[in-house]
């Protein structure tokens, strides 16, 4: 642990997760270290998370809660980020859903290696899971690998030597200099893809990251939640694509290839579904998208997979539809062999 420990502000939007909130509150409040603050927003739940709040509150000078009227995630998660910068007493940012936990250990350990690497920037492993079981877990037979503005935006869109290499594109899952951060804020017309916009832009002003092997946050996966809202996901993706590759100047030449990655697979995903049991909206609206990928992206510089998948949507929509329908159609095995 450094001599001087860093004070660490934690962001916690909240809507709507009473049922989940004092688990989520007590994985954070009982942390190893002990330097941080949590900014708790609650923005407009109409349930009872805002009185969790303000019970824990009471019991934890730690938490400091903030009710706002309803403005979507991004507009909270901003207004926690004013209120941290203006204060001027904080080093580093991390973020955490109000649905899931983190591990004891999660701040001292992003903090012990931002301390040893010297780093403005530290992306730690996720578990997934669900009410069954773990779905997914981060892979911790890895060394800590430093990490430079170029390393660690292909990290993030998953390329070059990153690309069979364990990844996540969480939000939560980092932590931040505040330096990086002072002119950085959300999309707030971005309703699920906000963090994907975020974090490209945060890391345009790297100089020395750290990614380590340790699994120290845990992201619950509901149906309910935003995230699985398939018209916000739409219209968001389709409109994080645009700015993707409109401001793709921002971003190192090498990186041009990881955004439009980045770009195909969120169409991928969306039409997987929206293609065999959307209506003829959705239909639309994945046409005009996949009308903008084939614009706007070089398709033969993207690897074997996704030309296979693009030369077959080239060919019209009844292809892609026949294609998908039987991708649809598959066991969940099979499925997972054909997309990865």
């Not at 100047?249 to 039409?271: D, I, T, Y």
């Not at 579904?273 to 909206?281: E, K, S, T």
């Not at 009308?291 to 998948?309: G, H, Q, V, W």
Request: aromatic share 12%; hydrophobic share 40%; with cysteine.
């Amino acid at each position: 642990m450094p001599s001087k420990s860093p004070f660490v502000a934690v962001v916690l939007p909240v809507f709507n997760t009473a049922r989940y909130l004092p688990e989520c509150l007590d994985s954070l409040l009982n942390q190893t270290y002990s330097h941080f603050q949590i900014f708790a927003v609650d923005d407009g739940s109409y349930d009872s998370s805002g009185e969790i709040l303000d019970q824990y509150a009471e019991m934890d000078k730690r938490l400091q809660v903030i009710h706002k009227a309803n403005a979507g995630v991004a507009s909270a998660r901003n207004l926690a980020l004013d209120v941290i910068t203006a204060s001027e007493v904080f080093e580093f940012v991390c973020f955490v859903d109000s649905d899931d936990v983190v591990v004891p250990e999660f701040i001292e350990t992003l903090v012990q290696s931002l301390d040893e690497f010297d780093a403005e920037y530290c992306v730690c492993g996720v578990e997934r899971y669900n009410q069954e079981a773990i779905t997914f877990s981060g892979i911790t037979s890895y060394p800590k690998i430093p990490l430079n503005q170029i390393s660690a935006l292909k990290h993030y869109c998953h390329i070059d030597e990153w690309e069979s290499f364990p990844s996540n594109i969480y939000m939560t899952s980092r932590i931040f200099a505040i330096s990086l951060l002072k002119s950085v804020r959300f999309n707030e017309s971005l309703k699920v893809t906000e963090d994907q916009d975020f974090i490209l832009r945060a890391l345009l002003g790297l100089k020395k990251g750290v990614w380590i092997p340790n699994v120290l946050y845990r992201y619950r996966q509901r149906a309910s939640s935003l995230s699985h809202s398939q018209k916000s996901t739409m219209e968001s993706s389709f409109l994080l694509a645009k700015l993707l590759l409109e401001n793709s100047n921002k971003f190192p030449q090498e990186l041009r290839h990881g955004l439009e990655m980045r770009v195909c697979s969120s169409w991928l995903a969306l039409a997987r579904q929206g293609y065999v049991r959307g209506g003829n909206a959705k239909r639309k609206q994945l046409n005009e998208f996949l009308e903008f990928i084939l614009n706007n992206c070089d398709i033969n510089s993207l690897p074997k997979k996704y030309k296979k998948r693009f030369r077959i949507f080239a060919l019209g929509k009844w292809a892609t539809y026949l294609y998908l329908f039987l991708f649809h159609s598959k066991s969940k095995s099979k499925t997972k062999r054909l997309f990865d």
